[in-house]
């Protein structure tokens, strides 16, 4: 089991429950136009914002040493609103080579497992193929023996076909495949978020984009599905003055739009599942329509996940699953290793 765990959230990874995840990716390090590639100096170790040796990392890091032994931490680069210099730094052969040798310096000298790129996303035929450049420079100092390679993708075509995926796959022992945010502010009527398969029988702009689509294409391009993990948010997009998925809505609600699953249900309303799309979802109080997953969603995913082959569930991001019945974390990995 896999959890990304972000370094800005102000909370300390001591929730994290390290019985039922094998793998925690630290997001996001800094990745500079000239190739150098950083910790961020305002939240990590020794940061200004925080005490000394009370940072996300310091805590996981310690959880990993002191008790949990079987933990993998991967350090990842980028992410949403991190991946601007990206397109700078994989351009040539110098800086992806500074990428290189500062990553592995940072990676060493912090003890960390591997590494995992989130360049959101390649935009040029020329980008992508530097992309696969740099993942090749990083896998010839980084051994599969001694490290874990990791990337993030998109779901869907308009932001993967600048990439030989199967080339990508040749340097990666992991690819975290985003499924999710098929639907949210963005999109012109309300509608599942994290749906596992294309919800058909609704009137729904997402139509066409689901887990199972996502799969699908990387497959039809070759790339194994044991290197393939499954995305779970571990959050809910709100759509206000909507009942259900393809109706009109006027605005969102949340903290910019999405609700901390932990927070799921919202108060006064009751929880439903669309056994079809494999979605879960609640209506009325002050979220209107709210989409995300559930612990029955995510059995189910955790099902399609055995039945063909994938590597696994990730989830974004931990500070935000709940506990006991109700964890997510917990759900899949009861459904995988049962």
């Not at 002191?66 to 397109?87: E, T, V």
């Not at 790129?117 to 993942?135: C, H, I, K, R």
């Amino acid at each position: 089991m896999y959890l990304f765990y972000p370094n800005c959230n102000g909370q300390f990874p001591t929730n994290v429950n390290c019985d039922v995840i094998s793998h925690v990716f630290y997001a996001f390090a800094i990745v500079n136009s000239n190739g150098t590639v950083q910790l961020d100096p305002e939240l990590d170790a020794n940061g200004k914002a925080v005490p000394a040796n009370k940072t996300c990392l310091s805590t996981l890091t310690n959880l990993r040493d002191s008790k949990h032994f079987h933990l993998k931490i991967i350090l990842s680069f980028g992410g949403g609103s991190g991946s601007a210099n990206f397109a700078a730094a994989a351009s040539t052969p110098a800086s992806r080579q500074t990428f290189v040798n500062t990553a592995k310096h940072l990676i060493d000298s912090h003890k960390f497992n591997g590494i995992d790129l989130d360049w959101e996303y390649p935009s040029t035929p020329q980008e992508g193929a530097n992309f696969v450049l740099l993942l090749q420079a990083l896998r010839s100092v980084l051994p599969a023996k001694l490290y874990i390679m990791s990337a993030a993708f998109s779901n869907g075509a308009w932001a993967l076909q600048n990439i030989n995926l199967a080339a990508a796959a040749q340097s990666l022992d992991l690819m975290n495949i985003m499924t999710y945010d098929f639907s949210g502010s963005w999109t012109p009527t309300a509608g599942y978020q994290s749906q596992l398969y294309d919800p058909a029988h609704l009137n729904d702009p997402t139509q066409g984009l689901s887990c199972q689509t996502a799969v699908t294409y990387f497959r039809s391009k070759g790339v194994a599905a044991n290197k393939l993990l499954l995305g779970v948010p571990i959050y809910g997009r709100s759509f206000l003055g909507a009942t259900k998925a393809g109706d009109k809505y006027t605005g969102s609600g949340g903290n910019e739009g999405t609700f901390d699953y932990k927070d799921l249900p919202r108060p006064g309303t009751k929880e439903q599942v669309d056994s079809k799309a494999v979605a879960a979802y609640c209506v009325g109080g002050d979220g209107g329509f709210v989409s995300y997953d559930n612990p029955e969603t995510v059995l189910m995913k955790a099902k399609y996940v055995r039945e063909n082959g994938l590597a696994g569930l990730f989830y974004w991001s931990g500070s935000s699953d709940a506990t006991g019945a109700r964890s997510l974390a917990m759900a899949g990995y009861s459904a995988l290793h049962s």
